[in-house]
């Protein structure tokens, strides 16, 4: 704790009686790391805008992020796997509502969209989480990819 509160320019006193201990520290980094990746894009995902421009829109939002910090996804992944209760802690009703509105919403643009023959039925569901792997997944496996297609940190920006 010594070390953090150095690192932070703060008192140890201070960051103990904020947080009590390294683990309650730790829970409050990932919460707010975690829910970084979250603000407005819900709300932009649930609005009236055209389905292509939610998809640019989200990409764009999500490569400028994770290109600036690459080893976000990676941590928010696997302290989740390690700790599911932070996963729960997460997601408060207030959140599952605004997912279920942006799913509902979804549902509605790729029904229409299906419909009008324009694309093939798909939920609403596994289009999001298709969208939101496609962009995790290689920030998340970044070492993995760039040892396997043999690229250097600049290669695999090229690549992204």
Request: aromatic share 10%; hydrophobic share 45%.
């Amino acid at each position: 704790m010594q070390e953090i509160a150095d690192q932070a320019g703060v008192n140890k006193a201070l960051l103990h009686y904020e947080f009590r201990s390294k683990a309650d520290l730790a829970r409050a980094v990932w919460l707010r790391v975690a829910s970084s990746f979250v603000p407005g894009i819900l709300q932009m995902m649930a609005s009236d805008l055209s389905l292509a421009d939610k998809i640019d829109q989200f990409i764009d939002a999500y490569h400028t992020r994770l290109t600036r910090h690459p080893y976000l996804m990676a941590y928010v992944i696997s302290e989740a796997a390690r700790h599911p209760d932070l996963v729960e802690d997460f997601c408060s009703s207030e959140k599952r509502q605004a997912a279920r509105r942006m799913i509902d919403k979804l549902r509605e643009q790729l029904d229409e969209l299906a419909q009008a023959k324009k694309i093939a039925p798909v939920s609403a569901e596994h289009f999001f989480i298709t969208l939101a792997s496609s962009c995790f997944f290689p920030f998340a496996t970044r070492p993995m990819i760039s040892a396997v297609l043999g690229l250097n940190p600049t290669g695999f920006r090229k690549f992204i």
